[in-house]
């Protein structure tokens, strides 16, 4: 009995102390998740991710390895997977962030507060099934309040795995974004000053090209009023005559036109196919390569990215381009006249090249390095401008126009265009 007896007072000794291990450590859970999650300054999410661990881990199982291109051709499943997610807990930071009065008023409407974003949940879906331990990526919040709050966030796993318990750490880059804009915008006025006083260098130069076709214009008009004033009037040549009114004064509105292109803030650019863009710049083209008796060839590679530019800026290179190739080749008396433009990505760079090539004459060494001057030219009606403005369009758009050329085997040029970074994605 006195054995028994101090058995079952050990065993009592024992439950105590395991009682008391697990009240401390309880304790000091709380105390730890007070001070580093729920006083945290930065805001933090746990969600639980388990249930959508085991769709991807079956998809897995299927051969499926590229979750971002599965989704991609069922975008609806985004959705469906989303009813296996929940939120679990939310700091202050989080609250304060989205506006919230409490955790509770949060975690109700926390589903409405964070929809599903592809992108987001495709760089999760990613770690999941890759077995990796944190993730990260940009998108925008809507708050109780009516902000947009532009945020980076990262996601780290359990080294165990447990997608039961995912931390998402929220870091607001609003300033960032701002700083980010004001020196976009701040480069933008720089250049335009720059165009605007390279142009007033040059006034002297730009009205002389601009007088040359009006001084022209005046003088045929005299000469078609003397053919067609004659007692015998020569209708023939009083039409040849207008169709050299008609060309000088393409020739003064081109100045101009150009002139005000120059001159003009950065306008409104959107993400666009330099794909599409290219081909429609050539088609309009079409008939200069026929007359010119060009052959034009396009190369562009498949599945480029977009690029945010001025599609009428960018069609203004490829076109001005295009034609400056067309045009030597056919002074030069080339035979078997081949124009070739191909757009190529360069990810190293994260840029894409656009070059526009041909099989002409090539550019004299001694003068290739003058042909980006203002109102340098080879051509006896060039104005000496186009290559200004097509270096000053490209360079805006965050990019370089190079040329490489060799005596009789052709020129080259070569304009880069950065990928397109967008805004962040919601």
Request: hydrophobic share 45%; proline share 4%.
């Amino acid at each position: 009995m006195t054995y028994n007896f101090f058995i079952t007072l050990a065993n009592a000794s024992l439950l105590c102390l395991l009682v008391a291990l697990l009240f401390n450590t309880r304790r000091r859970n709380q105390a730890f998740k007070r001070t580093y999650f729920d006083a945290s300054p930065i805001p933090i999410l746990i969600e639980d991710w388990s249930g959508v661990r085991s769709t991807l881990a079956a998809l897995k199982a299927q051969g499926v390895a590229d979750i971002g291109a599965f989704l991609a051709e069922h975008p609806e499943l985004v959705l469906q997977y989303r009813k296996s997610h929940r939120f679990v807990d939310a700091n202050e930071a989080v609250l304060r962030l989205f506006g919230a009065t409490s955790k509770a008023q949060f975690l109700a409407i926390a589903p409405q507060l964070l929809p599903a974003s592809l992108e987001s949940n495709v760089r999760v879906y990613q770690t999941l099934m890759e077995g990796k331990l944190t993730a990260q990526g940009e998108r925008v919040l809507h708050t109780l309040d009516g902000r947009v709050v532009p945020i980076i966030w990262r996601a780290t796993l359990p080294p165990s795995g447990d997608a039961s318990r995912i931390l998402f750490y929220g870091f607001d880059i609003t300033d960032q974004k701002r700083a980010q804009k004001a020196l976009t915008d701040a480069r933008a006025d720089l250049a335009h000053a720059a165009r605007v006083s390279t142009v007033g260098e040059l006034s002297a130069s730009i009205a002389h090209d601009v007088a040359q076709p009006l001084a022209a214009i005046s003088v045929s008009v005299s000469a078609a009023e003397r053919w067609l004033t004659n007692g015998q009037p020569n209708v023939d040549r009083a039409l040849s005559t207008l169709h050299q009114i008609r060309q000088n004064a393409q020739r003064a509105n081109d100045v101009v036109g150009r002139i005000k292109t120059f001159l003009r803030k950065a306008p409104k650019r959107n993400a666009t196919s330099l794909d599409a863009l290219v081909r429609d710049a050539l088609q309009l083209i079409q008939g200069e390569a026929q007359r010119y008796d060009v052959k034009v060839h396009i190369l562009i590679e498949p599945s480029l990215p977009t690029a945010r530019v001025d599609e009428g800026e960018i069609k203004q290179v490829v076109i001005n381009l295009a034609l400056n190739a067309m045009q030597a080749m056919a002074n030069a008396g080339t035979s078997d006249r081949q124009l070739t433009v191909a757009v190529a990505d360069k990810p190293q760079e994260a840029v894409m090249e656009v070059q526009v090539r041909d099989n002409g004459p090539g550019i004299d060494q001694s003068i290739i390095g003058r042909i980006f001057e203002p109102f340098f030219s080879t051509k006896a009606e060039g104005m000496g401008l186009g290559l200004v403005i097509c270096k000053s369009i490209v360079k805006s758009h965050g990019g370089e126009l190079t040329v490489q050329s060799a005596d009789q085997v052709g020129t080259a040029f070569r304009f880069t265009l950065p990928y397109d970074r967008g805004v962040v994605p919601n």
